[in-house]
Each structure stands twice: as C-alpha cells, then as structure tokens.
C-alpha cells in the first residue's frame, strides 16, 4: 500500500539547480533505504543517489557527487535530491523508489517500491 509520488521536476539551464521531492504514503515501516534513479531515452536506468532512512550515511554515483545532495525527512515522510550544476547529461526521468534493506544501495534489483517518475531536463 505504500505509494511514491515525484515532484520538482522541470526545465533549466545548464549550471542551474533543481530540487525533486518525493513523498511516501500507506504504511512505510519496511522501507530501510530509499534512492533516486534515473533514465534517459536509449540509455538503461541507472542509480543517482541513496540512503538509509534510520541513518548510516549516503551514497552516490560518480557522476553526481559534489554536485547533487540526497536527504530524508522523517516526520513529513519525504525524500529530497537537491541538484546543482546542473547539465545537459542530467536529462533523464528521474524516479523514487523505497526498499526494504538493500545491500547494494545504488542497485535497482534492491528496491521494490517506485514513483511514477518526475521529468528533468537540462538546456545547453
């Protein structure tokens, strides 16, 4: 009964910023770890950022780090990823996505939970 929903998506320039939200609904307990993924048109959907709602740190794709930021509040039940610097190479769909207690924490077989998506794209 969980659901994901997306927003914040939208269009920029290269080097502006964005900010995605994605908040949870139903019954969330099971939900140890959430991340964003994204996909662009041809290209296979690809981890961007995770974390562990209960704490004990942050992961990122090579391509973002420094440049994007994954954060979690619990008491409204929202995950955000702020990105800055943004380039034409961000443009993607970008989704939510919750799992239980994922080992590999940018690995999409890991999660089970995921939002419709929320669309980026980034201008040159």
């Known amino acids: 009964q969980v659901r994901l929903v997306e927003s914040g998506g939208g269009s920029v320039q290269a080097g502006g910023s964005l900010r995605l939200s994605c908040t949870s609904s139903?019954?969330?307990?099971?939900?140890?770890?959430m991340a964003w993924f994204r996909q662009a048109p041809g290209k296979e959907r690809e981890g961007v950022a995770a974390i562990r709602t209960a704490g004990g740190g942050t992961f990122y794709a090579h391509s973002v780090l420094g440049r994007f930021t994954i954060a979690h509040d619990n008491a409204k039940n929202t995950l955000y990823l702020q990105m800055n610097r943004l380039q034409p190479e961000d443009t993607a769909m970008y989704y939510c996505?919750?799992?239980?207690?994922?080992?590999?924490?940018?690995?999409?077989?890991?999660?089970?939970?995921w939002g419709r998506g929320a669309q980026v794209t980034v201008s040159s």
């Open positions: 139903g019954y969330t307990y099971n939900i140890g770890a």
């Open positions: 996505a919750g799992g239980q207690s994922p080992d590999m924490l940018l690995s999409e077989v890991e999660y089970d939970i």
